[in-house]
């Protein structure tokens, strides 16, 4: 029965073995089920953590994803504006010569205002000339809040906008080495700050619509040479003018002339207070020189005219007419003769000359 057994068994096998070889060698015309085709499945990449990257690739790569995120809405943005302003993807063309200026300036920098209508665009192509990189007001369209700002003439102004002009605090920077820092309103220069100008000139004090007015002083090579008031840009009002030399007028200016009542001091000793006209001695004064000679009298166009004291060291007085700076005309010279007596003379004067005693 064993033997059965293993003969019904090995009778199984070989009819498994032949179906198996029959399929191999494909010579059974019988269909069996269609396989399906096989397909390679993708893998899925894997998404960039930025926070596994090391900390040296960590911060290039949140600011490239920042500026990139940026452009878009900003370029989104200025699409909608009436005006077709656009962005340059660089950094503003700040001209050679203003960037050599600015290396030889403390650096100076301007906060962000926080509102929900403003966003900041970079570096931005205007349509009326010139270049912005700043705070806008996208409901208005216009420069608004801190920015720097690229105009037509190349000169390059960092501080606050309103309305798409120069407001509140800012630093001007010319192409001809003008720089100005200080207060702003309406894009004039309004209230306090500091002029630099090219010729090495420094103002500090109050502005009105670009010009010095008000209260200022004025700086040059290091020195104070006035200190005073201004108006429309000049000296005007009192103040005190220092010269290089070291001679110096304090007194009444107009139109950056000195005009009115001063005083006027050289440095070897001679002075002159009275009035003045176009920067001369013009009017009523006194002239004082180190050795004792007095003047009191009447001056025209700087020189001694009409009626006039002259006073010497050694006691001579003349009091009399005066033209063109000389004796000239009538008048009374006065002196002590040999005796010590007192002497006063009426005499006629031409140029300086007595003509004759009266």
Not at 137 to 149: A, C, K
Request: aromatic residues 14%.
């Amino acid at each position: 029965m064993g033997t059965s057994f293993s003969c019904c068994n090995a009778q199984q096998l070989d009819s498994r073995f032949q179906v198996e070889e029959i399929t191999k060698t494909g010579s059974v015309s019988k269909p069996g089920p269609t396989a399906k085709p096989f397909r390679t499945r993708k893998k899925k990449k894997k998404k960039l953590n930025l926070l596994e990257l090391p900390v040296e690739l960590l911060i290039p790569s949140l600011s490239r994803a920042y500026l990139i995120k940026r452009h878009f809405e900003a370029a989104r943005i200025l699409k909608s504006f009436r005006l077709s302003h656009r962005l340059i993807f660089t950094p503003l063309p700040t001209k050679p010569e203003i960037e050599k200026i600015e290396s030889t300036l403390a650096p100076y920098s301007v906060k962000s205002i926080n509102s929900k209508n403003l966003r900041f665009f970079p570096s931005t192509k205007l349509t009326e000339g010139g270049f912005y990189e700043g705070q806008w007001d996208i409901i208005l369209q216009t420069q608004e809040g801190s920015g720097i700002m690229l105009y037509s003439d190349d000169s390059k102004f960092i501080g606050y906008f309103h309305d798409g002009k120069r407001n509140h605090q800012g630093r001007h920077i010319k192409m001809d080495g003008d720089i100005y820092e200080g207060e702003y309103n309406d894009n004039y220069m309004q209230g306090k700050g500091i002029l630099y100008r090219n010729n090495g000139i420094v103002y500090t004090g109050d502005f009105e619509k670009n010009l010095e007015s008000g209260y200022g002083t004025i700086e040059q090579l290091g020195k104070v040479v006035y200190v005073g008031s201004f108006l429309n840009g000049m000296k005007h009002g009192k103040g005190k003018l220092t010269m290089l030399d070291g001679n110096f007028y304090e007194g009444e200016f107009k139109s950056n002339t000195m005009d009115g009542y001063g005083k006027y001091v050289w440095t070897d000793g001679k002075e002159y207070m009275g009035q003045w006209k176009n920067n001369k001695p013009h009017g009523e004064g006194t002239y004082i020189w180190p050795d004792g000679r007095k003047y009191y009298g009447y001056y025209a166009d700087g020189l001694r005219h009409g009626y006039g004291e002259f006073t010497w060291p050694d006691g001579r007085e003349y009091k009399g007419s005066w033209a063109k700076g000389k004796m000239h005309g009538e008048g009374f010279y006065a002196f002590d003769d040999e005796t010590g007596t007192r002497q006063s003379l009426k005499s006629s004067w031409i140029n300086g000359k007595r003509e004759k005693w009266l």
